[in-house]
Nanobody, 121 residues
Framework: QVQLVESGGGLVQAGGSLRLSCAAS????????MGWYRQAPGKQRELVAT???????NYADSVKGRFTISRDNAKNTVYVQMNSLKPDDTAVYYC???????????????WGQGTLVTVSS
């Protein structure tokens, strides 16, 4: 069983910055891909950014150049540094991880509880 705990959300003015963190804990063999998704009111959940265990990254076009995803494999933690925030970035941000519970299994998925980011104009 793996749990993800997010932190770092809050209220910020447009143009400001926030850093979200997500730590994985519990029993697992390895944490594989990790990522951030977001869901704005009345909209579907969408990709923000993902990062593999080897450090390869992928970003939504809407955040390229403004957000940076990173991870600390020793701490099983993923971060997203969000700069030049816009009101359109307002959403609940969810951490996601794919993990292997043991040597023989992979590809299980877990979500965090979400953290609210509000960007005021």
């Amino acid at each position: 069983q793996v749990q993800l705990v997010e932190s770092g959300g809050g209220l910020v003015q447009a143009g400001g910055s926030l850093r979200l963190s997500c730590a994985a804990s519990g029993r697992f063999f390895s944490i594989n891909d990790m990522g951030w998704y977001r869901q704005a009111p009345g909209k579907q959940r969408e990709l923000v950014a993902t990062i593999t265990s080897g450090g390869s990254t992928n970003y939504a076009d809407s955040v390229k150049g403004r957000f940076t995803i990173s991870r600390d494999n020793a701490k099983n933690t993923v971060y997203v540094q969000m700069n030049s925030l816009k009101p359109d970035d307002t959403a609940v941000y969810y951490c996601n991880a794919h993990y292997s519970p043991n040597y023989f299994q992979r590809g299980l998925e877990v979500w965090g509880q979400g953290t609210l980011v509000t960007v005021s104009s």
